[in-house]
């Protein structure tokens, strides 16, 4: 929906206006577990928006491990609209997946660590509060999984960090930037980074939070 406005500017002593645009939110959507037979939507959104072939048809697997959150949102008229993937793990594993020298100390003393890993909306719905109901439902799990802290890995390109507002919004902090962190995995598995191409030179910023 679009519509003028117009107020008086009391600074300057006159009348401004200007025009607005009105862009509501799907709300007719819902969340559930992914399921091995989402795969095939699963992976056209992941090459589209992550990069082609960053995720492939191994990652069935993930889906029906019994340490993954895996969980995505539909509708009736867009289908799969995106999804989150996360997994339990143990304070080493952590550290050697991220990348990260040392954790903070909330997670050193936490039994159970969630690493939220990939988050993606369809290209088209994007910034309708698909992707702030996937991090919502996600954060809601881990808590009842009694999940005492959370990882998050965050990809940063020359626009910006992708996923910055959801981390900003659900209050995670900033704990590390690490330059060029996608560049051997796109080498040795040979997918696209929608930024570079191959190899992709993109940085990670890992965001935590304590539950």
Excluded at 77 to 89: K, P
Excluded at 176 to 199: H, M, Q, R, V
């Amino acid at each position: 929906m679009e519509g003028l406005w117009s107020g008086f500017d009391s600074v300057y002593q006159e009348i401004t206006s200007g025009r607005y645009a009105f862009e509501p939110g799907i709300n007719d959507f819902r969340l559930r577990y992914a399921v091995s037979k989402d795969l095939a939507r699963i992976l056209e959104i992941s090459d589209a928006e992550l990069g082609k072939d960053y995720l492939d048809e191994t990652f069935k697997d993930k889906i029906t491990s019994d340490n993954t959150i895996f969980r995505v949102a539909e509708s009736p008229a867009n289908g799969l609209m995106g999804f989150c993937y996360s997994y339990i793990s143990e304070t080493e594993d952590v550290i050697k997946d991220l990348g990260i020298n040392k954790l903070p100390k909330y997670s050193k003393i936490s039994s159970k660590i969630a690493v939220l890993k990939t988050i993606a909306v369809k290209s088209g719905i994007q910034d309708k509060g698909i992707g702030s109901a996937l991090m919502r439902d996600s954060l809601c799990l881990f808590e009842n999984k009694n999940i005492e802290s959370v990882y998050c890995l965050a990809w940063k390109n020359k626009q910006g960090i992708n996923i910055g507002g959801l981390m900003k919004l659900y209050d995670f902090k900033l704990y590390e930037e690490i330059a060029n962190f996608w560049t051997d995995g796109s080498k040795k598995n040979g997918y696209l980074c929608p930024e570079c191409g191959n190899p992709c030179e993109c940085a990670a910023v890992i965001y935590t939070k304590a539950l």
